[in-house]
C-alpha cells in the first residue's frame, strides 16, 4: 500500500485505485466518497468531545480551579457523559414557535463547518477536496451559518432570542470582511487561492516569518476577527448569558442545542486549521534558513503532527482570550470592526502588494 | 438616510428582565421599555422574596432581631448585626467595653473587604470576564475561614449580640487575619491588571449610568456609588461608631458619578478598610468581650435611630419601644432600596448591556431590598 506517515498521497492513491479496481469507476468513486464522509463524521465527533473536554481544562487552569475530575480518568469521559444526557434529554420547544424553522436552524448551522472542514489538508495528501479556488470557498461556505442563527433566533418566539440573533447577524456580516481581507493579504503574497499550493509555497519558510510586518498585522486582524465571527468571547454578544441569557439558543434544548455546541467548536477548530494553515505552513516544518541539521531534526516530526501543534497552539488563543476579556458592547464592537479594523485591512493589503512588487520579503 | 429612517415605523417594546435573570443576582424584576436594544425607561418590580423581617422583628425578643438582619444584606451581615446592637445599646445607655468596640470593628471592615470582593467578582462576570468571578472567590475564602474559626459561620455569622460579642475571638485570630492582609495586598494589585486597566472594560464604564452629585442626594443613593458623584455621605466618618473615631482613613471621593468611578470607589475603599484593620489588629484592648446584660432585654419606653455604613450604604435602624420584651415597631432604612431607585435614572438611553454595568456597580443584593 505505501502507508508513510510523511506522506499520504501515495497511500490515499492507491486506495482509490483499489477501489475502481475492484468496482467500477462509478461505484469505486461513491465509496471512496462514502469512507470520508464516515471518517469526517468521526472527527467532527471527536472533535467536539476533545475540544470542550480541553476548554474546560483550560478555563480551569485559567481560574485555579481542576475542573472535570470525576468521570473517567481525569475527568476525560465526562463529555460523553454529557453528551448521552444531552441526547436523552427532552426536546422542549416554546409555545408558538416556528416548529420547521425551529428545527431547521441547528442543521444550516451545522453544515456550514462541515463543509468548511473539508478542505483543510491535514498533512501532504491528507486533504478531502483541493479546489483551486479553496479561500474563497471556505469564506463563502463559513457565512452560512449565520443563517441559522437567524433562524433560531427568529422562530424561537423569544424576544431575548431575536435580540441576540440580530446582534449576531450585524456581527458576522462586519467581521466577515475582515477575515476575508486579513487572509487576501496573504494570498498576494503566495499568488494562488488554493490552500495546497499556499502550504507547499511555505516550504522555504511559513508566511509570517517571511511576510514580516503586513503579515504579521494581518494575523492579528485575522485572530481578532475570526474570534469575533465565531462569536466566542471576548465577541459573544450573540450569547452574552449575563444580558440576554443566552441569546439565540436559549429555547434550544438536548440534541439541538448540543449542535450548536458543537458548531461552536467545529468553528473554532476550522479558524484555527486555516490560520495555521496560511500564516504559519500549514503541516509544513518549521525550517529556519540553510540551517541543515536543525532543518533535517525537524523533518523528523510527522506533518500531521506540526498541524495539530499548530491548531493546538492558536486554539489555546482563542480559549485564552474568551477566559480573560470582558465583553464588548455591541455598538463598540461594530466600531472596531467598520472604523478600525476594515481602513487598517485595506492599507494592510496595499502594503504587502508593495512589498511584493518590490520583492521586499524573505 | 434620514428620511429612510424617518419613514420607516419602529415600535417600543416591553421586556422582562427577571424575576429569573443570571444578572439581577436573585429575584429582582425589571420591565425594561426598549428601543431596539435602547433602554426608554426601567421599572424595578419588587417583592418576589419578602419575608417581612420588619413584622417578624415585632414578635422577637431584642437578641432574636439581631440574627433576622443576616437575612437582609448577607453579605455584611456583620454590619447589619451591629446596627441592631448598637441600637438596642442605645436604648439600654450602655457603654460596651473598648475589645468590643475594636473587634467589632475588625470584623466589619473583614466583612466590607469580603463583600468588595465579591462584588468585584460579580462585576467582572457580568461584563463577560468570567475569570474574575473565581478570583474574588479564592481571596474571600480565606476571610470566610476568620469567620468560621471566630464565630463558627461563614456567611450569615450572628457573632454580635447587645451587649457585646457572642464569644471571645479565637487565638488564631490576630495572625490569620495579619496573614491575609499580607496575601491580599499582593492581590489587589492583580484586580487592577485584570480589569481596571483592561480596555474593554474601561470602554465599557467610562461615561455609562451617570449620575449627579444632586440625583444621588434627592434619591438617597448612599455608600460607595454616591461617593463616586461627590457625595460625602460616610457614616463612618460623618457620625462615628464603635472604633471608627480612632483609625485614620480617608473617606473615597469621586466627582465623575459614572459605572468606572463606581468601581474605582470600591477598589479604593478596599485599601483603606486594609489600613484600618492594619491600625487595630495589633491593638485590641484586654477586657471583657460583653457587657453585663440582663437575660430579658426591655427597651425604656421611646425612640431610638442608629445608622451604620454597610458595603452598599447607610443602613438606618428604627425601633419605638413600649417598655416590653420585644419591640412595637422596627423599620430597617437598607441602602439597596434607595440605591435602586434610581437605577431608572441612571440607565435611560443607554443598551441592555450596559444595564448590565449599572446594576453590577450598584452593588444589589436583593434581599436587602425586599426585606
Redesign the interface.
Known sequence: MGFSIYDFSDFINNIHAFLIETFSPAIGNIIGMAIVAVCFLGFIALLGLSLVYIERKVCAL????LGPMRVGKWGTAQTVADIIKLIFKEPLMTKDSDKFLFNLAPFIVMIAPVMAISLIPFASGLQAVDFDIGIFFIVAVSSIGVTGILLAGWSSNN??SL?GAMRSGAQIVSYELSVILSLLTIVVLSGSLQLSVIVESQREGWWIFRGHIPAIIAFIIFIVASTAESNR??F??AE??????AGFHTEYSGIKFAYFFLAEYVNMFIIAAVGATIFFGGWMPLHIGNIEFFNNAMDLIPPVIWFFMKVSAIIFLLMWFK??????????MLTLEWKYLLPLNIMNILLMSLVVLTDFHF | MEEVAQNIETQEYFINMGPQHPSTHGVLRLMLTLDGEIIKKVQPHLGYIHRSIEKMCEKDSYQQVVHLTDRMDYLGCHINNEAVCLTVEKGLELEVPDRVKVIRTIISELTRLSSHQLWWGVMGMDLGAITTFLYGFRDREMITDIFEETCGARLTMNYNVPGGLMFDIHPNFQNRTKQFLEHFKKKLPEYDKLLTGNVIFTERTKGIGYLSKEDAISYGVTGPSARASGFSCDVRKKNPYSAYDRVDFKEILFTEGDCFARYQARIAEMWESMKIIEQLIDNIPEGEYKAKTKAVIKLPPGEYYQRVETPRGELGVYIISDNKKNPYRVKFRSPGFSNLSALDKMARGFKIADLVAIMSTLDLVIPDIDR
Open positions: 485559567f481560574q485555579q480551579r424576544k431575548y435580540i468571547g471576548p459573544d454578544m452574552a448569558e449575563s444580558e440576554i441569557t477566559w480573560t476579556f470582558p465583553r464588548l458592547r455591541i455598538d463598540q
